[in-house]
């Protein structure tokens, strides 16, 4: 296969949002599995999969400069993270008055096991001044970006792919960061960032850049266009926050939504997850209102990755019925009926509401 | 065919909410044309169909008391009005929180041809009392109402479909009420109100009463369980409302929600209707926020009825496009964006947004 054949091989299976930068959603059943197979994993770009010429590039604030391969990097201790990955515009569709933006319905989120060195080991080889306070990654990936730009000093003409992270948490050893090389077993692709990318759990996946070309530690807080232009909360009502943590969420992953079941026993399925720790409860409700049943949580099976939870659903009343799915997580955060409404159309973890059909 | 299966067979075609009482939307392709067929007009009842014994009862504060048959209406001037009839419940599940009741979509919305005799001509007949202030139209349909009645002192044993409409509404030549006995040519269905019911335009459908069997003069405000516990709007942050006149809407009919058209020139068509007035105009958004462009909107056929609109939507990008509607009517009355939540789920006249994929 040539190169564009084998990209149009791996996009085949997906739900194409835009062809240029491409953007494309899971499969719906791809969420009912622990974790998502490559070829069915969402894919979320900001500019056209670039070239890249297999050099990491570690600098600014540091003791020591340096370049990795990947060679290099598969030489460090390896580290599998099964890493639940979420695009901060997840669920922009459902956001009311309706947001610009790429139109995501729910389906960018996905689960895969991230091979790669952790990051706060590769820092920890450069030395970063003691006066820094952000680590910069830049992506290879880069182009044209009129009529999007936000900031006005952004350039337009050709704009490169930045993203800072906080150095407490880039450099923290639990905060489980990978430079990953490989997804669920096999080398990169290149939509998910070949030949190497950083993966964040926790954060909304912008942090998880892709394409990764260089590494550099700040001493000023970044401002770039994709850090305080786009991926920032514009509440209509308070002061604009940086998207960070995913914010809990669960999903109802079967019955489908407007699928028809038999009457008798169901077994409704579904995952949660939150940046901000593990879930807590999964409640479901069967009607409207303050209806709420607790579901059966299943343990979570690692730090980063969704939870399964399942409930089971009792009724011999043919027709339409409503569910609902609400997840709590660790630190008291509980989905909201509305969903959080910012300008850019970020941060949607509202309740989910579905209906079927009893026969 | 037996009585039932007269029935079912009358059901075929609709998308059934609730079997008992009977509640079922038009299927999609219904709302398309100038009228609904009647084997796809939406279906809503409080209760199963009753028997009626052909007989309609008009008393209360009145000069003459009489009653009425089907052939007396017949011997009356015979209206055709062409009618738009909305459930005040349609939409309820896109509404955040989640009420409670039908959980109805967006199709409880159809158009009929309906025929029957003026309900202010009939009204003339008795003689209304000077102090009369509302007519109280009372259907043959009862039952038990556990669980769901709001209103302390109703009957949940056996409760009968009664609702009320101002005399001067009632009495007014130009509000076009009549008793109807023939939709689309045909004698009224049983599910459609047989022998007999009112068509009251402009109104949401809950004041058409079905399967009429009493007209009261009233001398005071009516206040029973249709009137002043269910069909108010609940609001949160003021005085609760009586439902009334159906607020502006438009639908996107063509394209169809998730459907995949060709790149080029699209024609998107629709309908928009309100109870206030005529619709003003329709525009159309291609994109989130304030995108929104004028619409071609056709002339009303008639005052009691769905207008069309169309608009020519050119678009070279593959991809996913959101698609808006927003309509405005004569009296200035524009959709939200957010539905206006009431705790029971009425009048749910937001902006639609749809998604379809350009190929």
Avoid at 115 to 132: D, I
Avoid at 218 to 225: F, Q
Avoid at 299 to 307: F, V
């Amino acid at each position: 296969m040539t190169v564009d054949e084998e990209l149009e091989a791996a996009r085949a299976a997906l739900v194409m949002i835009n062809p240029a930068p491409y953007n494309a959603e899971a499969p719906p059943a791809a969420l009912a599995g622990e974790t998502t197979p490559t070829e069915l994993h969402y894919v979320r770009s900001n500019f056209a999969v670039p070239e890249h010429d297999g050099i990491l590039e570690i600098g600014g604030a540091v003791g020591t400069r340096i370049t990795l391969t990947v060679d290099d990097l598969r030489a460090m201790p390896a580290h599998d993270h099964t890493v639940t990955l979420e695009c901060a515009g997840n669920g922009r569709l459902e956001m009311r008055p309706l947001p610009t933006g790429e139109p995501w319905g729910d389906f960018a989120v996905s689960t895969a096991t991230w091979r790669g060195a952790l990051l706060h080991e590769v820092l920890a080889k450069v030395e970063p001044a003691a006066e820094g306070v952000e680590v910069l990654a830049v992506g290879a990936d880069h182009g044209p970006y009129h009529l999007q730009a936000i900031l006005p000093e952004t350039d337009q003409d050709n704009l490169t792919f930045t993203r800072s992270l906080p150095i407490a948490q880039a450099t923290d050893p639990s905060a489980g960061i990978l430079i990953a090389y490989e997804m669920n077993g096999q080398p990169l692709g290149r939509d998910h960032g070949a030949p190497f990318r950083l993966v964040v759990p926790h954060w909304y996946a912008v942090a998880s850049v892709k394409w990764l070309k260089r590494i550099d530690v700040l001493v000023e807080p970044y401002s770039g266009e994709f850090q305080t232009g786009h991926y920032m909360y514009q509440w209509p009502d308070r002061p604009h926050e940086p998207v960070s943590l995913m914010r809990v969420r669960s999903r109802i992953t079967d019955p489908t939504p407007g699928s028809t079941i038999d009457v008798g026993t169901c077994t409704v399925r579904g995952k949660a997850w939150s940046g901000a720790g593990p879930i807590a409860r999964v409640e479901v409700s069967l009607t409207g209102e303050g209806d709420w049943h607790p579901a059966e949580l299943e343990p979570a099976r690692s730090d980063y990755q969704w939870q399964d939870w399942t409930f089971t659903w009792e009724s011999i009343n043919i027709g339409r019925h409503t569910l609902r799915a609400r997840a709590t997580d660790a630190a008291g955060n509980v989905q909201p009926d509305v969903p959080p409404w910012n300008r850019l159309g970020y941060g949607n973890n509202a309740i989910e509401v579905i209906y079927v059909d009893r026969v």
